[in-house]
């Protein structure tokens, strides 16, 4: 059974850059693309971007400019990082396996001054 | 992007009786593989969305057998025959035929 822990800052300044990393455990990490997908406060799902274990990835066009998805598979990891933050990026940041029962705990990140 | 609208946006039921939650694409999710990916979720507060359904009509493991999917191409329905307690909860709808992947708005299932 594929789980999957993530970790990183919670709390950031605006302009600064979310980092948040997800750990892949019991499962094979080949053949999938691993997403992070986000959560306004109150609000609905919005997914961010995917990459694979060849590192090939894909972003939402909203949010391109600012994301960098990166994976390392002698650790069975793959990052997110969101640079140049607002309140706006204040979201529970999951990481996940869209289509699938996948998906870490979520993280809470609040940009606030 | 495929646009995912659900409806209604809540949903109020006395125990034992049924739930039905739309969900219509801007765009059909029929891949020219056969299938149509369209899923269901299920989030509950402080808690990942959980997987109900999957491709339309496919139970996941451990659902019970009160949940049902249904629809094609671009309009969809996810029904639960007798509501229960533990229903309640946020249901999400997802395409993932195309990228971005798209979520419906969430429509909260509460008990009357």
């Known amino acids: 059974q594929v789980q999957l822990q993530q970790w990183g800052a919670g709390l950031l300044k605006p302009s600064e850059t979310l980092s948040l990393t997800c750990g892949v455990y019991g499962g094979s990490f080949s053949g999938y693309y691993w997403s992070w997908i986000r959560q306004p406060p109150g609000k609905g799902l919005e997914w961010i971007g995917e990459?694979?274990?060849?590192?090939?990835?894909n972003y939402n066009p909203s949010l391109k400019s600012r994301v960098t998805i990166s994976i390392d598979t002698s650790k069975n990891q793959f990052s997110l990082k969101l640079s140049s933050v607002t309140a706006a990026d204040t979201a529970v940041y999951f990481c996940a396996r869209p289509g699938t029962e996948v998906w870490g705990k979520g993280t809470t990140v609040t940009v606030s001054s | 992007d495929i646009v995912m609208t659900q409806t209604p946006l809540s949903l109020s039921v006395t125990p034992g009786q049924p739930a039905s939650i739309s969900c219509k694409s801007s765009q059909s999710l029929l891949h020219s593989d056969g299938k149509t990916y369209l899923y269901w979720y299920l989030q509950k507060p402080g808690q990942p969305p959980h997987l109900v359904i999957y491709e339309v009509s496919n139970r996941f493991s451990g659902v019970p057998d009160r949940f049902s999917g249904s629809g094609s191409a671009t309009d969809f329905t996810l029904k639960i025959s007798r509501v229960e307690a533990e229903d309640v909860g946020v249901y999400y709808c997802m395409q993932s035929i195309q990228l971005p992947r798209t979520f419906g708005q969430g429509t909260k299932l509460e008990i009357k």
């Open positions: 990459i694979n274990q060849s590192g090939s990835t």
